[in-house]
């Protein structure tokens, strides 16, 4: 990815900076080509050199790029899981991931860890944003999800002669789960995305069912993907699945929905962290009946949400870690949404903003294993910021709203907000300059 070249600073707002500070008033950043070289109070600003280009935050927010910890920008809005294997071809979805990874960036989000691609095509995602050929957020990749025959993901009954070659790698034992580990190894992607167990969505599980994938495969997914540097999550609701894996070794879990005081212990040994994607099961209880959800399945989302909004409170009140990630790509939770997850957690888990900040920034990026590079505003750190009109610790809701953004800039490059406008940035710099 191009970094930017010369001087900006950005001053006249409150800084976030995603360590656990207290916001500070009145600061400054100076970015020197990609990177951050002073971050904090304006009074201690470095002298401006000419051709500085100075971004006036005009008493709002400045705060590190966000990182969605969940993304899947091959999910394409569907409303119903099933279409996601068969609705369109391969050619067309990877149109729609390219548009979603831009619609991400444009949402203030400079980061994001995918939670699973159809096909492979979140790792030509990733090389296409690296390359310039199309604007996203940085990407660490996911590829195909691995899940056992039968379980989750393996909703095609036999005489329906359809295959699930694009969304996931089928497995029956560990031979087969070092199988699929290999071929994605060969696919190039960073992070082993696996179903343990099942989900209140789903036709033929639940969100207590364990067995979508024995422990012998898990154990195996680990085994391989550790040898040749890959990471491994996976989908964990029910309790016993996400001991499961955290025996197993996974390195994240996404959801850890019903977990119980020794779940918590496992995940504190490793401090694994965890991407609930809760908002996910409140649009799906309060928008579900709107596209055809059945009730049984809303009461599962609904156990769900409260489990899930406990098991958060407990797992951060237990000094464990927890990246913010929304599973956005369903006709209830559509791309574009992501800052509602921030909002959610604040409003109705009742955490307070300035964690759920630093969860969606600090804790992300060292989710993808980037934590020395962004995800705080610190000198030498690459230069991914969010400048927003308004008061985001005071009202978090703020950043559902990209019309509030001044800018969004990704490795000193203005890539978003309203001095991605060239005519926008140039009346806000003469009104600097006078
Ligand atoms: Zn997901």
Redesign the pocket.
Known sequence: MQGATGFKVIKNGKLFDGTGSVPLQNAALLIENDRISYVGPEAGLPPVLEGTTLIDAKGGTILPGLVEA?F?PTYFNVAALEDLDIKYPVEYVTLLAAANARLALECGYTSARS??SLFNIDVWLKKAIESDVTPGPRMTASGREICGVGGLMDWNPDFRKIGMEGLVLLVNGADEARAAVRKLVKDGVEWVKTYPTGDAAAPDTNDHHTLCMTFEEMRAVVATAHNHGLKVTG?CRATEGIKNALRAGYDAI?HGTFMDDEAIELLLQRDVPVVP?LYFEYASVVRGPEFGLSQRVIDGHQETLDGGAESARRILAAGGRMGMGG?YGFAWNPHGDYARELTFFVRHVGLDPLVVLKCATKTGAEIMGRGKDFGTLEKGKLADILVVAGDVVGDISILEDKSRFVAVIQGGLIKGGLLAKPQMARLTLSSQAQ
């Open positions: 969940h899947h939670g699973g989908h996404e994607a599973d």
